[in-house]
């Protein structure tokens, strides 16, 4: 079975800071994805990154990096220079083991403060 | 970049009725669509895996006679909730895969969701 656990429910990031959300997964597949949503309050799910279980690079897109620590099953979402605009839930997620669905963890809503 | 699309954004009903959402993938073929549950302030529950032309696959717990859902065509899968009661009454978020040929990686996109009230 495939776990996610998100530890923050809330965090606080001042504008311009940057915030990691933490996450860690439990699996015991060897082929795996990683992914991290962000949820604004219209309730769209919006991709914001991906890692694969055998990148050795950590994955980064813009202002997101995701810091995957496979020994320590982390993946841990990184957003540099916050914006007022990053304030939502974010979910972390994963996929694996043939399962094609994803399994989410509880999310951590973002709070960026002006 | 791929879209999902859901329809209605948002349904009020009578307890007692029946509620269709459609889940169509617009410039993309799902062989494979999601539906998940999330009630206020929490995570993502899947309910079911859609399956184009065959039974949808549910979740441990999910009454596949409630929530109806069928794949007919590669673009769209409907969940039908039959007889709703307020205890249904959630937000409702399809999701599908496209395919892109690598084993690891398949984008998977998200409908912007349904949500329902029944009174």
């Known amino acids: 079975a495939q776990k996610i656990t998100q530890t923050q429910p809330g965090m606080f990031v001042q504008e311009k800071e940057a915030v990691t959300l933490d996450c860690t997964y439990d699996?015991?597949?060897?082929?795996?994805?990683l992914f991290w949503y962000k949820q604004p309050s219209s309730g769209e799910m919006i991709f914001l990154i991906y890692?694969?279980?055998?990148?050795?690079q950590n994955a980064t897109e813009g202002r997101y990096s995701l810091n995957f620590q496979k020994a320590r099953k982390s993946a841990n979402l990184v957003i540099s220079a916050s914006q007022l605009g990053d304030s939502a839930m974010y979910f972390c997620a994963m996929r694996g083991g043939g399962r094609r669905a994803l399994t989410f963890g509880s999310g951590t809503r973002l709070q960026v403060q002006p | 970049g791929a879209v999902v699309s859901q329809h209605p954004s948002r349904v009020i009903c009578k307890s007692g009725t029946s509620v269709k959402i459609e889940c169509r993938s617009l410039?993309?073929?799902?062989?494979?669509m999601f539906w998940y549950r999330q009630f206020p302030k929490k995570s993502l529950m899947l309910m079911a895996t859609?399956?184009?032309?065959?039974?949808?696959?549910?979740e441990q717990g999910v009454e596949k006679d409630k929530f109806l859902i069928n794949h007919a065509s590669l673009t769209l899968s409907t969940l039908t909730v039959t007889s709703a009661h307020p205890e249904d009454s959630s937000f409702y978020i399809c999701s599908a895969i496209r395919w892109t040929g690598m084993s690891s990686y398949n984008e998977q996109f998200f409908g912007p969701g349904t949500r329902l009230t029944v009174l």
């Open positions: 410039d993309f073929q799902a062989t494979t």
């Open positions: 699996t015991s597949d060897q082929s795996y994805g």
């Open positions: 890692q694969g279980s055998y990148d050795e």
């Open positions: 859609s399956n184009e032309g065959s039974k949808a696959t549910y």
